[in-house]
C-alpha cells in the first residue's frame, strides 16, 4: 500500500512569490491534515480537510489556504511569501483525523 | 488551549540500556495520543496510538502508558539499539469534536544510543 506522497520535495522561493504544495494520501483515507514545522514553533497545526470541507484551521494567516480534491487529494498554498515561511510542511493522512495519521516526507521550502 | 511539553529535550544513552521519554499536557480532554517517531530531514513515523479509555500500548521493544487524569504519557524503550536514534514526538488529539480535529505535538526528545 503506498504510503502518503507529498511534491515537490523541495522548493526555493523568494519573498512575495506564492507557492502551493501537493498531497496524495493513502488510498482510501478523506482526512488529510497539514502542519508546519520549524526549529524554533515545532510542529504547528494548519488545517484538515475531509471530503472536501475544512474542518479546522490553526492559527496561521490568511496567506496559508487549502483544498482537497473529491479523490481526497489536497493542497496548501502560500500566497506573499515571507522570511518566516521558511519551514519543512508535512502532510498526513488517515481514515478519520482521530485514528493514526501517516505523515508524509514533507515538502522543505527556503524563501530568501 | 492544549499544551504538550516533553522531557528531557535530549537523552544519549549506551546501547542496550532501557529509557523512559516523558510527555505532559495541560488538557486532560483527549481523544487519544500518539507517539511518532522522526529521523533527520525526514517525515513522521507513527509508533503506537493510545486512546484514552486505553492505559498502555505495546509493540515491540516499545511500551507507552497514559495516564489521563493527571495528564501524563510514558514511552518506554526496551534494550535500545543505535538505529533507535532519532527525535521521538508526542501529540494529543481533543476529544470536543470541531476545532480539536488535530494533533497538538510537543517540542520532542532527541535520543541518541551510542554503540
Known amino acids: 500500500k503506498a504510503g502518503v506522497t507529498q511534491t515537490p520535495r523541495y522548493l526555493i522561493k523568494t519573498r512575495g512569490q506564492q507557492v502551493t504544495l501537493s498531497c496524495s494520501p493513502i488510498?482510501?483515507?478523506?482526512?488529510v491534515s497539514w502542519y508546519q514545522q520549524t526549529p524554533g514553533q515545532g510542529l504547528q497545526f494548519l488545517f484538515e480537510?475531509?471530503?472536501?470541507?475544512?474542518?479546522n484551521k490553526g492559527n496561521f494567516p490568511g496567506r496559508f489556504s487549502g483544498r482537497q480534491f473529491s479523490n481526497s487529494r489536497s493542497e496548501m498554498n502560500v500566497s506573499t511569501l515571507e522570511l518566516g515561511d521558511s519551514a519543512l510542511y508535512l502532510c498526513?493522512?488517515?481514515?478519520?483525523?482521530?485514528?493514526?495519521?501517516?505523515f508524509g516526507p514533507g515538502t522543505r521550502l527556503l524563501v530568501l | 488551549k492544549q499544551e504538550v511539553t516533553q522531557i528531557p529535550a535530549a537523552l544519549s544513552v549506551p546501547e542496550g540500556e532501557n529509557l523512559v521519554l516523558n510527555c505532559s499536557f495541560t488538557d486532560s480532554a483527549i481523544y487519544n495520543l500518539q507517539w511518532f517517531r522522526q529521523d533527520p530531514g525526514k517525515g513522521l513515523t507513527s509508533l503506537l496510538l493510545?486512546?484514552?479509555?486505553?492505559r498502555e500500548q505495546t509493540s515491540g521493544r516499545l511500551n507507552a502508558s497514559l495516564d489521563k487524569s493527571s495528564g501524563r504519557s510514558t514511552l518506554y524503550i526496551a534494550a535500545s539499539q543505535p538505529g533507535d536514534s532519532a527525535t521521538y514526538l508526542c501529540?494529543?488529539?481533543?476529544?470536543?469534536?470541531?476545532?480539536?480535529?488535530?494533533?497538538?505535538f510537543g517540542k520532542g526528545t532527541l535520543l541518541t544510543v551510542n554503540p
Open positions: 498526513a493522512s488517515s481514515l478519520r483525523v482521530q485514528e493514526t495519521q501517516y
Open positions: 501529540a494529543v488529539t481533543g476529544d470536543s469534536g470541531g476545532s480539536n480535529y488535530k494533533l497538538t
Open positions: 488510498s482510501g483515507h478523506r482526512s
Open positions: 480537510y475531509f471530503s472536501e470541507t475544512q474542518r
Open positions: 493510545i486512546q484514552s479509555s486505553q
